[in-house]
């Protein structure tokens, strides 16, 4: 969903070009976006943080209720929009900015349609910097030795798959301990997991950084 033609006509013809991703729909405002989500029922849906009208805010607070909600990928042509962390607050699983490759889009698709997210390094940034002041979501204490290892992989940004790796377990098991984080937590996503996993201290802010940039 992007009010920029050009825009929406170069992730169309990029998406469609790999075999295991179809689009269904596209939309040049967030007041239309709506609607068309409901009714298309996409499993994921990358979506412009500005709009005209309803804007993607707009869009993540109108999808919290009825019906099934798709996965959200925020495109920005802001990266450091101080918006970035009620955005993942709304819902939104990845965010990345316009300017991102080709190649991290795509990848940020296949990952959403499985639960995985992608938070781009300057994104990072300004959540890190935006939950550094604010008070603790929750204690660590009602997590396992386990639970706060896999916490740690999330806030690294690291897949199902990778964890699992990492510590020798089968990606259902990881799935199972992501699952218990999140309600121990009272958190919505695993998004929102790496926020707090990144605010507690797990994992600095440069650490993160440096994983990612090795997994590029």
Known sequence: MDDHEVVRQGLRFVLEQEGDIRVVGECTDGGTAVPAIRALDPDVVLLD??????????????LKTGGNRPAIII???FPADDRALEAVRAGA???????????????????AAVGDSFLD????????????NEPDTGPLRVLSPRE????????????????????????????????????KLGLQDRTQAAIFGL?????????????????K
């Open 49 to 62: 943080m500005r709009m005209p009208g309803l804007d993607g805010l707009g869009v993540l607070r109108a």
């Open 148 to 183: 706060r290892e896999v916490l740690s992989q999330l806030a690294r940004g690291r897949s199902n798959k990778e964890i699992a790796r990492a510590f020798t377990l089968s990606e259902e098991t990881v799935k199972s301990h992501v699952s218990n984080i999140l309600t």
């Open 121 to 132: 390094p300057s994104v990072t940034a300004v959540l890190v910097n935006r939950v550094r």
């Open 199 to 215: 605010q507690q201290g797990l994992v600095s802010l440069n650490d993160a950084l440096t994983t990612e940039s090795q997994e």
């Open 93 to 111: 699983l990845s965010y990345l900015p316009k300017t991102a490759a080709t190649e991290r889009v795509v990848e940020a698709v296949r990952a």
């Open 75 to 77: 495109l920005t042509s």
